[in-house]
């Protein structure tokens, strides 16, 4: 009996074929990360569930690296780099509108009047959110989501967790995500096959911007699941801190004699 292996050169010929053929992998691979799940010696604290999160890990990483890295490329060769931006753009304009609603909710007057004022201007005067005349208006982005949102307000983050297809993530930040899903404009769009376009759309788009930020951390971490996770922390940590986190007190060493 042969087996089935996947060929990038499907591709090429658009992101449908991939997709379809990720889930095909999917059920192979949710296998492999039962599998790869074991004991690890000296757990992070902040990590409980190490060991299940870097079969998780080394799943997404084998998906990416089979469909979405190779449909990325093949996007950024072909599409002109005007209209990548462009894409960028209305996405960005549909993230302002979230991030207005979670600036407001942290209580945070002058990022909300910029977020919204982001998208009512992108939208009217830049083409749908294609042009973003804000930003030349010198009119900063505040990146907000309900993850965010609930950090701010005293939430711990809780553990780490990564996520099937989706990555890094908290537990607090995963509770947030059906509110975050919500939240996305794009899914309340009525017709199916086009917010399915859409979300396709932004997902190669933005994979196509971190594809040299991508290559740099596999060049230079000894250990990418570490590298990825700390990394995390850190830039959701400050987030919630904005910039300015308290020192975190360090975890007690179990083998240290008792005094």
């Not at 999917?26 to 990360?33: E, G, I, S």
């Not at 604290?45 to 890990?57: A, H, I, K, L, T």
């Not at 930020?213 to 971490?221: C, N, P, Q, S």
Request: contains cysteine; charged residues 20%.
């Amino acid at each position: 009996m042969g087996t089935q292996t996947f060929s990038t050169s499907s591709c090429e010929r658009g992101p449908a074929p991939c997709f379809d053929r990720a889930l095909r992998l999917a059920m192979v691979m949710a296998l492999l990360v039962l599998q790869a799940c074991a004991t690890v010696a000296n757990p992070d604290p902040r990590d409980p569930m190490e060991s299940w999160n870097r079969g998780v890990f080394g799943f997404n990483d084998t998906v990416d690296a089979a469909v979405i890295k190779p449909v990325a490329k093949t996007y950024k060769e072909i599409v002109p780099n005007v209209v990548r931006t462009g894409v960028g753009n209305f996405f960005n304009n549909l993230d302002d509108l979230w991030s207005g609603v979670n600036n407001a909710l942290q209580l945070r007057g002058l990022d909300t009047a910029e977020s919204f004022g982001r998208f009512l201007i992108n939208t009217t005067w830049g083409l749908g959110g294609l042009l973003d005349i804000a930003s030349e208006m010198r009119m900063e982005r505040h990146n907000a989501n309900f993850g965010l949102t609930l950090g701010r307000w005293g939430v711990g983050s809780g553990p780490f967790v990564v996520i099937p297809f989706w990555g890094s993530s908290t537990l607090r930040d995963t509770g947030a995500m059906i509110f975050d899903i919500k939240g996305n404009p794009v899914n309340h769009i009525d017709d199916v096959p086009r917010r399915d376009i859409l979300t396709i759309v932004n997902l190669i788009d933005t994979r196509a911007t971190y594809l040299k930020a991508g290559e740099v951390v596999e060049e230079a971490a000894l250990d990418k699941y570490s590298f990825t996770r700390d990394a995390y922390l850190q830039r959701r940590r400050n987030q919630v801190f904005d910039g300015n986190p308290p020192e975190e007190e360090e975890a007690p060493d179990p083998s240290a004699p008792a005094q």
